[in-house]
């Protein structure tokens, strides 16, 4: 039994731990109380540091400071984006077509569907076996009514890593004026998120993903695009969510998010070789272990999402946290669910085996110590509660 080691933490897509440097920033900030609206020197203080915090995540993702929304959360992220945008078109009498993907976060989907009941016209496109959706398909579903695109950069469940790029640019060949969104909120520690390399008008960004604190993220939203606010009480964040900043948090992000996007290519190449490490162990072990989505560089670098026939995915979570590994099933927001993941459905993955798909999402600081005991874990899991 691995009870008297140390835990190996595995769930990295669900939230982090907050690296060394955001928490020191965090605990610098937090006895700054003052009220970032207001004119004393205890309100002026905290203004200054919050706006240092906008200023480093607008150079982390090559935008401009004022481009820059903090947010609670990347779900409120999304939900600002989409709603903030299309909304108005609605209420306006206006027709409005937005398309995403099958195996959007909820946080996209279930908003889409929402506004879909206040009259949205919404396409989802479907993916191939690996998760990867293609860009002519996107820019084929346009319509003349079309105002937005919703893609996520990297998918939180089988780490696949979509071609924002791509689609983007196809839409400027085309001369298409459609905005696009991504949600990127898996993506800073693994993927070059640039907002002109991408090519996108409004980003998500998400604190507790990227080695920083809960409660926390960003909207980037670029300079003329139309968003209004759907969180009203307050003029704070350009009159776009009202509400007190919480500037100890915005701080400890903008340290950790400035860290995610440094030295990502060295990272990736360190990370890559331990997750493929792993791989091996788990096949090894397990020979008839599947692995689900994108494999090569079309798939993030920390994530692997196996299915081992036989063994039902949430029953193999319990074991191996007893066994002092974290790993999960899908996403943290569809934990409940007794339907299979609606992105394990999309895949095309047998019936038989959509309930067995098991995330595992690494730190960057896994060692090929820790990757060995997630694979024995996942074995010996397997031997006592497989059924065929």
Not at 42 to 51: F, G, P, S
Not at 99 to 106: A, F, R
Not at 133 to 143: G, S
Not at 294 to 300: I, K, W
Request: with cysteine.
């Amino acid at each position: 039994m691995f009870l008297t080691k140390k835990r190996v933490y595995a769930d990295a897509a669900a939230a982090t731990p907050l690296s060394r440097r955001a928490r020191r920033e965090l605990l610098r900030l937090l006895p700054l109380y003052g009220n970032a609206g207001a004119l004393h020197h205890e309100a002026v203080e905290a203004k200054k540091e919050l706006e240092q915090a906008r200023k480093i995540i607008a150079e982390s993702i090559g935008a401009h400071s004022d481009e820059i929304i903090f947010t609670a959360s990347g779900t409120e992220g999304n939900n600002l984006a989409l709603q903030g945008l299309l909304r108005p078109i609605l209420l306006a009498g206006t027709k409005a077509h937005a398309i995403t993907i099958v195996i959007e976060h909820q946080s996209v989907l279930e908003p889409l569907r929402q506004l879909k009941r206040e009259g949205l016209e919404v396409t989802e496109v479907g993916v191939d076996s690996q998760g990867l959706v293609f860009p002519n398909a996107v820019i084929d579903a346009i319509r003349p009514e079309t105002t937005l695109i919703s893609v996520q950069l990297v998918n939180s469940e089988v780490g696949t890593i979509e071609p924002v790029r791509d689609i983007a640019k196809g839409l400027r060949r085309g001369g298409h004026k459609i905005y696009v969104h991504t949600d990127a909120s898996q993506a800073p520690l693994w993927v070059d998120i640039n907002v002109e390399k991408l090519g996108v008008d409004m980003m998500t960004l998400d604190g507790q993903k990227v080695l920083g604190p809960k409660g926390i993220g960003v909207l980037y939203i670029r300079r003329g695009t139309p968003v209004e606010s759907i969180l009203w009480g307050g003029k704070q964040e350009q009159g776009l969510r009202g509400g007190t900043e919480n500037t100890p948090q915005a701080g400890s992000f903008a340290v950790a998010l400035a860290d995610a996007q440094h030295g990502v290519e060295k990272r990736i190449k360190k990370m890559t070789a331990t997750r493929d490490f792993l791989w091996s162990e788990i096949k090894r072990q397990l020979p008839d272990a599947i692995l689900n989505g994108a494999t090569g560089e079309a798939r993030v670098a920390n994530n692997l999402n196996v299915s081992v026939p036989g063994l039902e995915a949430d029953m193999a979570t319990v074991s191996m946290d007893a066994l002092g590994v974290a790993v999960s099933t899908r996403s943290a927001c569809n934990i409940g669910s007794e339907e299979p993941s609606h992105v394990i459905k999309a895949l095309g993955v047998p019936k038989e085996l959509a309930g067995t798909a098991i995330r595992i999402t690494l730190l960057p600081d896994a060692t090929r110590s820790d990757m060995r005991r997630i694979a024995n874990a996942l074995f010996e899991t397997a031997e006592r509660y497989k059924t065929s």
